[in-house]
């Protein structure tokens, strides 16, 4: 265990920051497989409501650091992908 003041403080910071991180991942995976399960189930108005919310909570995801930006990316991506498939079925 640490000993100088430093490191014990630092380390309550990251005790906090795992809580409020984990928090925030599990949101983000929940949002997005509530769109993707409205994708699935064709209820195109309910995925339209929850598309740009999905991208913003994964843009604020890529921002604090939970994902990296290129992984946001791929998110948005392939998401935005099934919705016009979706819509052009």
Same mark, same amino acid.
Do not use: C
């Given at each position: 265990?640490?000993?100088?003041?430093?490191?014990?403080?630092?380390?309550?910071?990251?005790?906090?920051?795992?809580?409020?991180?984990?928090?925030?991942?599990?949101?983000?995976?929940?949002? *997005? +497989?509530?769109?993707?399960? !409205?994708?699935? #189930?064709?209820? $195109?108005?309910?995925?339209? %409501?929850?598309?740009?919310?999905?991208?913003?909570?994964?843009?604020?995801?890529?921002?604090?650091?939970? *994902? +990296?930006?290129?992984?946001? !990316?791929?998110? #948005?991506?392939? $998401?935005?992908?099934?919705? %016009?498939?979706?819509?052009?079925?």
């Amino acid at each position: 265990m640490a000993e100088h003041y430093s490191a014990l403080k630092r380390a309550r910071q990251i005790k906090r920051r795992t809580i409020v991180n984990r928090a925030r991942k599990s949101r983000l995976r929940s949002q *997005i +497989k509530s769109l993707r399960k !409205a994708l699935e #189930k064709k209820e $195109l108005t309910t995925a339209e %409501r929850l598309l740009p919310k999905t991208f913003s909570l994964i843009d604020r995801a890529a921002k604090w650091g939970i *994902i +990296k930006d290129n992984t946001a !990316a791929r998110y #948005k991506s392939r $998401l935005q992908a099934r919705f %016009r498939k979706a819509v052009a079925a």
